[in-house]
Every structure is written in C-alpha cells, then in structure tokens.
C-alpha cells in the first residue's frame, strides 16, 4: 500500500510589502510552499494569487513580478559574473540596455563589480550567494522568494547578505526561508512559522514570542546537574561559568525554585515548538 503525505496542507495568507521570514524544521513544507509560490510546482487545491488574480489568469505576466533564488541555485561555471547576469537578463526578457544598466548596477550593489570578469567555479560561496541575489532581483520583482540564502556562509558573509536583503526588501514582498533563526530575527517583520505542512502562526516580529513569556527560565547548576537536566527538561542553551553551568530551558513552570524567567527570542520559541524533532541526542552532547 502507498501512502500520500500533503507537503503543504491547507495554508492561507495574505502578504503585503515587507519582510517575511519562513520558519520550520527540515520537511515542514517550505521548499514546497515557495515552489508553489513561484509556480514551478502547481497547487493539488486552493491557488496563488497575485492582486486578486491566479497564476493561470496572469499567466506570464505573473513572472515579471517574481524574483527566486532556490537553495540550489545552478550556475554556469565557466561563465563569468558578467556574462550570467546577461545570459539571465534574456532568459527574464530584458532588452539589451536594460540587461546592461541593470548587470552592472546590481553588480555593483552585491560588491562585484571588481571580479565581473572572472569565472563564477573561483567564486567563494558567499560570492555565488551574492550573484544569486543579483540575478533575483534583475527584472526589479514586486515578489522575491529567497529558499535558504545564508546556509553555508560565514559570519561576515551571512551580516552582508542580510544587509543586501534589507536594501532589496524596500517596498516588495520578500519571503526568506531558513532554519538560522538570528537571521531572521534581525530582518523579518513578520514570521511565518511551519510545521507538517502547515501554519503554526503568522505573527509580526514585534509580538512573535508573547506566548512564550513567563516559559523560558535559566539557572546556574553543577555539571552532573547539568546532564541530568539536560535528559529531563527542554534546555535549549548551556554554557560554562567557573565550574558551573547555566542553563536556559523552556517549562511551562519554573523547574526548581531558584529559576529565573528570561526575555525569549526567536530561538526560544523555534525550540518549544520542534525541540522534539532533535530527539535522540540531547542538548548536553550536542553543545560539547
């Protein structure tokens, strides 16, 4: 017998200009929504609509108002930077002018302009991420999709790529997907939370984590404390303090009568709601 797992089930929501970040642990629908999205894949029921119409209504139209960089973004190796914007320019229809104006602009924006001539195989990964983006945002979308833009890079790489969103981000609708919540949580207004393929919650950045206030505690304990907590209750983070180890874990009640509640984060509240999907190996092995 075959069974059949809906990707995406039943997810609604309406998105106006800003910045969306688009949570979920591996499997939660997110690849799945944003191909939808960017019509590569086609809706089982329900439809995407652009201003009140569907792709089908829309038809082409409706992709000189995206903007997409897969997670898995192909390149042309040989290419230089300059000849794959150019080569992208025509594929989106761009004049020649245009593709030219416009190449060498967002080749400026994304810090290029220097290595344009060079081949895109001696690019570091932060650099084809940039080229990416660039080429995303070629045809100037009013929708730019972005399915993990910062896996793989370097801290500095990932604080330069989050400013080039905040700069593209200027009156657009931009969807980023990640499973780095901090980069999230310095960019998005709005979260957009999945879990099995749907909604967890759809909130703006400002009141995301309400509903986990008087639940984060921390408390400094002994390390074979540490251990026996760290099996027995949701500790999210642990960290070493002359011979002792704080601990910062999710309760719904205070775990012992010295806990103190702490302002949560983002990360708190992506651990209370799939914390369980690391089971198997716990917070203490993991840290050490």
Not at 64 to 90: K, N, S, V
Not at 254 to 269: K, M, N
Request: overall charge negative; aromatic content about 8%.
């Amino acid at each position: 017998m075959i069974y059949a797992k809906s990707a995406v089930d039943n997810v609604s929501a309406t998105l106006m200009p800003g910045v969306y970040g688009l949570l979920g642990a591996n499997g939660a629908g997110k690849t799945t929504l944003m191909r939808m999205i960017c019509g590569v894949l086609k809706p089982t029921a329900g439809s995407i609509r652009l201003n009140g119409k569907t792709i089908e209504e829309l038809g082409e139209r409706y992709y000189t108002h995206l903007g997409y960089m897969p997670q898995d973004f192909g390149f042309y190796p040989d290419f230089t930077a300059r000849e794959f914007m150019l080569y992208m320019a025509a594929v989106k229809g761009l004049d020649k002018k245009q593709a030219k104006d416009r190449t060498e602009a967002l080749l400026h924006m994304v810090n290029l302009s220097d290595v344009a001539d060079k081949k895109i195989k001696s690019y570091s990964g932060g650099m084809k991420q940039r080229l990416g983006i660039a080429q995303a945002e070629l045809n100037r979308p009013s929708v730019l999709i972005l399915d993990e833009p910062t896996a793989g890079l370097d801290p500095k790489e990932r604080v330069r790529f989050r400013n080039l969103i905040s700069d593209f981000a200027k009156e657009k609708i931009v969807i980023l997907s990640t499973h780095i919540v901090s980069d999230v949580s310095y960019i998005a207004d709005t979260i957009l939370m999945m879990k099995q393929g749907r909604f967890l919650l759809q909130e703006p950045m400002s009141t995301v984590t309400d509903s986990i206030k008087g639940k984060v505690w921390e408390l400094l304990v002994d390390e074979k404390t540490a251990v026996e907590y760290s099996r027995n209750f949701s500790v999210v983070n642990l960290h070493h303090e002359n011979n002792m180890v704080r601990l910062r874990m999710i309760e719904e009640t205070a775990p012992r009568e010295d806990a103190q509640t702490v302002e949560p984060s983002l990360e708190d509240l992506f651990m209370y709601h799939f914390g369980e999907e690391t089971e198997g190996q716990d917070v203490w092995d993991r840290r050490l």
